[in-house]
């Protein structure tokens, strides 16, 4: 690994952001009053005990790891040993705690640390937020047990943690690189649903071919955040498909393949198929991958086609035009689309807030990795949600765009935000700048603050 890509990863926020189902309120401690629960909390929780006893991955058991779950109005902990503050016992239910409304750990489907332990918790939702698909008892469950599976990687596999401040920097998408991805998905969808054995080890093959030509152009960081992704998310997503009994090609299609966007949703679908493909033609992978947890799927699947001296399939010719003129169609029409999108929020009415934040960067703690473009000028363009901070200074905005920018040490150095409804407040005499409203909550301490019409700037 070269010096810059040594630098990328030593200093972006070493993190993993969960923010693939955001269901709940930005404020945290608020509570949302409905008629009655999204479903029986207690008939979900039976199915995840059903799912944990089916040895999906060796020593994972659900009834292990505890799990906070919100049902839309009141939030229950289970497989706990531990009574937090403001839970009560549920009578008739021994070891099941239950807090009226919604508790702050719960902010959607991800994991959470109660009492310096590892939890899970869930918003519980009938649909989901980007397919649209409706659930039943098992998806709920389903959704519950990938969130602990995250826990039990965390506590076995610790090294299983993809940086997700990568894709913040993330090469900028090429028609060839697209064309690649899309070659790869193809391949490896081929592979996934094929009727033999012979046929998947070819697909499979395939598509490690396009995917090597394509890691292969960009820079070693990029590459290794990708495969870390397939190894958590993607088996997180391979377990939660295997307990709720869905078809491999279910929800494989929630983005358009572009980068950045393309590039998380790859690793989930990906990861989730390498490790399907890897049922069939390697049964022993998983004690493979906890006796070394340091290997990826992709290097498992390799050898195990080098084993089997798989043949590569090929794509007729017409195959190959239809996706290479698809791609071209659709990488013109992104940067049209992008274009407009981000001129047409630059250039929208209502006040403006331009922050110079060079002289005291701030860290980015909150984003939604399917819902960012990379601007012209390098900037990162947030659709959905932001939020960053230093010692003195907090942004978190919530379903309102933004650019954010960064310096050399990829720490925040500039932002802007446009369309507000209402003007940030301007406190000269102590330096600070303050805007509530909606979902957005702004608390800047400024060396210096100046006002034209609408538009406000602030040099932290």
């Not at 990708?226 to 709720?244: F, K």
């Not at 590569?312 to 190959?320: D, I, K, M, N, V």
Request: negative net charge; proline residues 4%; aromatic residues 10%.
């Amino acid at each position: 690994m070269g010096t810059q890509n040594r630098t990328i990863m030593g200093n972006v926020i070493s993190w993993s952001i969960a923010l693939v189902t955001l269901l709940v309120p930005w404020s945290i401690g608020c509570q949302t009053i409905v008629q009655r629960p999204v479903a029986d909390i207690f008939k979900v929780m039976e199915e995840v005990e059903l799912i944990g006893n089916s040895g999906l991955w060796p020593g994972f058991d659900t009834r292990e790891i505890p799990v906070m779950v919100f049902d839309s109005t009141d939030t229950w902990l289970f497989f706990s040993d531990m009574t937090p503050d403001g839970f009560e016992p549920v009578p008739g239910k021994p070891g099941v705690l239950t807090y009226k409304g919604q508790h702050a750990l719960v902010r959607g489907n991800s994991v959470a640390r109660l009492e310096e332990r590892w939890i899970a918790t869930s918003v519980l939702s009938g649909y989901g937020r980007r397919t649209g698909e409706k659930y039943n008892t098992i998806d709920l469950a389903g959704i519950i047990v990938h969130e602990q599976f995250h826990v039990f990687q965390r506590l076995n596999h610790p090294s299983w943690r993809q940086n997700d401040g990568v894709l913040l920097f993330y090469p900028a998408e090429t028609c060839e690189s697209l064309f690649l991805r899309k070659m790869e998905k193809e391949s490896f969808k081929r592979a996934v649903t094929a009727s033999s054995a012979d046929a998947m080890a070819a697909w499979s093959l395939t598509a490690l071919y396009y995917r090597d030509q394509r890691l292969g152009s960009i820079p070693g960081a990029y590459s290794v955040y990708e495969r870390e992704l397939q190894r958590t998310e993607g088996l997180s997503d391979y377990i939660e498909r295997r307990a709720r009994r869905l078809d491999p090609l279910n929800a494989s299609e929630i983005t358009s393949g572009i980068a950045p966007a393309g590039v998380r949703d790859l690793g989930y679908v990906e990861g989730r198929w390498i490790a399907m493909i890897l049922d069939k033609l390697n049964p022993g992978w998983k004690i493979i991958m906890e006796e070394n947890d340091s290997l990826y799927l992709e290097e498992i699947l390799s050898k195990k086609l080098s084993e089997r001296q798989a043949v590569a399939a090929e794509l007729s010719g017409r195959a190959l035009d239809s996706i290479r003129n698809a791609t071209n169609d659709l990488f013109s029409r992104w940067q049209s689309v992008k274009e407009e999108e981000i001129t047409g929020y630059l250039a929208q009415p209502g006040y403006s807030l331009m922050i110079d934040a060079s002289g005291s960067p701030l860290t980015i703690r909150i984003f939604d990795p399917l819902e960012i473009e990379i601007t012209d000028d390098g900037g990162v363009f947030h659709r959905l949600i932001f939020s960053g901070a230093n010692q003195t200074s907090s942004i978190r905005i919530m379903n309102h765009p933004c650019v954010t920018y960064f310096n050399n040490n990829y720490q925040l150095s500039a932002i802007r935000i446009t369309g507000l409804i209402n003007k940030p407040v301007i406190d000269y005499e102590n330096k600070r700048c303050t805007l509530k409203y909606d979902a957005i909550d702004i608390t800047l301490n400024f060396s210096e603050a100046s006002e034209s019409g609408g538009s406000v700037r602030i040099s932290l």
